[in-house]
Every structure is written in structure tokens, then in C-alpha cells.
């Protein structure tokens, strides 16, 4: 059997051939696997701007935020002041029956949050709680994605008017 220079068999063809599409298969794969996980990261966003910018307004008709549907607008910041009784209101809206649903009414989330006070690299805590919103310990998120948010604001919720500036963080996933 004599062989000519660059002579291509049929099979040669078909194992080149299917090299290719597996190529272009997995490259397909992975463009739309990273359209995909650009999205989720962009809800993300999203959702923790909208919590965020309202966690830093004040309160809006928060005698109505237990209601069914809930109403309002959920907000415990004005002019960069963590306001006391709106946070407490916020707090017993987490405690009731549903609370962090309607909270995410409120907030207009589609994704989860947490929500918490840093001062230095120590977390707050106020009635004997460190973290609010779906769960009261950070190490409880078990996410692929997760956002941090950090806003400052002036914190003096034990009302002895020597607060601090801290950090205001909150977790979206």
C-alpha cells in the first residue's frame, strides 16, 4: 500500500470534524454560562441599591408595613441619623408573623438581605441581636453569589446621645 502525501481518509475527516463541533460546543457553553451568572450578579445589584437606598430613608406609613398587603415605605435613616423607633419598628415588623416577607414587600426585593452595624471590625449589637433579616448569623448564607453593601450612618440607639459613625452593611444574595 503506497500513500501519497498529504492524502486525508475519510476517518481522519470524521475524527477532525468531530473535534470541531466539540469545540464549539463547550465554547457555546461558556458564553452563555457567563451571560447567565452577569445577570444574577446584575439582580443583585439592583436589589441591594433599592434595599439599601431604602433602609437610608426615613419611615413612610410604618403603622401600615403589618398590614396584608403591606404599605408604605421601609426606611430607619433620616439625614444620616439611624432613627430609633423606626428601627424598633422595623425589628417587631421581622418578629411578626411573615415579618420578613412583607419586609421584602416593602423593600421591593426579589433577592435576600441581611443587615447589620460594624464599628471598627466588631458587629453591634442591639437587643441582643447582631444580624437582621432572613437570618440572625452571617455564617447561616449559603449563596454562589453574594453582595456587600456598606453605607455610613450615625448610631446612637441607646440614646445616651454619644453615638458613633459606623457602618451600616447589608447582604444581598
Do not use: C
Not at 466539540?22 to 446584575?42: P, Y
Not at 439592583?46 to 403603622?63: E, H
Amino acid at each position: 500500500m503506497f500513500f501519497k502525501k498529504a492524502q486525508v481518509s475519510y476517518a481522519d475527516f470524521l475524527i477532525g470534524l468531530l473535534i470541531l463541533i466539540v469545540i464549539t460546543f463547550i465554547f457555546t457553553i461558556t458564553i452563555i454560562d457567563l451571560n447567565s451568572r452577569e445577570d444574577k450578579i446584575q439582580e443583585l445589584i439592583n436589589d441591594g441599591s433599592s434595599i439599601s437606598n431604602s433602609f437610608m430613608s426615613p419611615a413612610y406609613n410604618k403603622d401600615k408595613w403589618n398590614q396584608n398587603p403591606p404599605k408604605g415605605r421601609l426606611g430607619f435613616v433620616k439625614d444620616g441619623k439611624l432613627i430609633k423607633e423606626d428601627f424598633d419598628t422595623f425589628l417587631n415588623l421581622l418578629n411578626s408573623q411573615e415579618g420578613y416577607k412583607k419586609s421584602k414587600i416593602l423593600l421591593g426585593a426579589k433577592k435576600d438581605y441581611v443587615l447589620y452595624f460594624e464599628y471598627g471590625n466588631d458587629k453591634i449589637r442591639y437587643n441582643n441581636i447582631e444580624v437582621f433579616g432572613k437570618y440572625d448569623d452571617v455564617k447561616k448564607i449559603n449563596a454562589d453569589n453574594l453582595l456587600r453593601i456598606n453605607r455610613i450612618v450615625y448610631y446612637d440607639l441607646d440614646g445616651g446621645g454619644k453615638g458613633n459613625i459606623v457602618k451600616m452593611v447589608v447582604l444581598v444574595f
